[in-house]
């Protein structure tokens, strides 16, 4: 069981960035896809989420700049980040819920700072 995430970086207030999340090892399309972010000094946040059946959620923080997709095909989640500002920067963390036992696995994370 392997969770994968990449496509963070070093960006410009304003800027955009797609993460990945890449999965392998279980049966992805019976799995709930988190993203979270963690901040120095600050607690784990649950940023969006995207369910088995294309349901998501998103922080209101985030709200209306990031979007979530699946690509069951590529075993692959994607957040779409834009109009990102320096309170974004944090290290990025996908997660995995298995919707029938709630079993979860982490990502190790990809680090996103905003410069402004």
């Known amino acids: 069981v392997q969770l994968q995430a990449f496509g963070g970086g070093l960006v410009q207030a304003g800027g955009s960035l797609r993460l990945s999340c890449t999965v392998s090892g279980f049966t992805f399309d019976e799995r709930a896809i988190g993203w979270f972010r963690q901040a120095p000094g600050r607690q784990r946040e649950l940023v969006a989420r995207?369910?088995?059946?294309?349901?998501?959620y998103y922080a209101d923080s985030v709200k209306g700049r990031f979007a979530i997709s699946r690509d069951n095909a590529k075993n692959t989640v994607y957040l779409q980040m834009t109009r990102l500002s320096p309170e974004d920067t944090a290290v990025y963390y996908c997660?995995?819920?298995?919707?029938?036992?709630?079993?979860?696995?982490w990502g190790q994370g990809t680090q996103v700072t905003v410069s402004s």
């Open positions: 995207i369910t088995n059946t294309g349901s998501t």
């Open positions: 997660k995995a819920r298995d919707v029938f036992s709630g079993y979860e696995n």
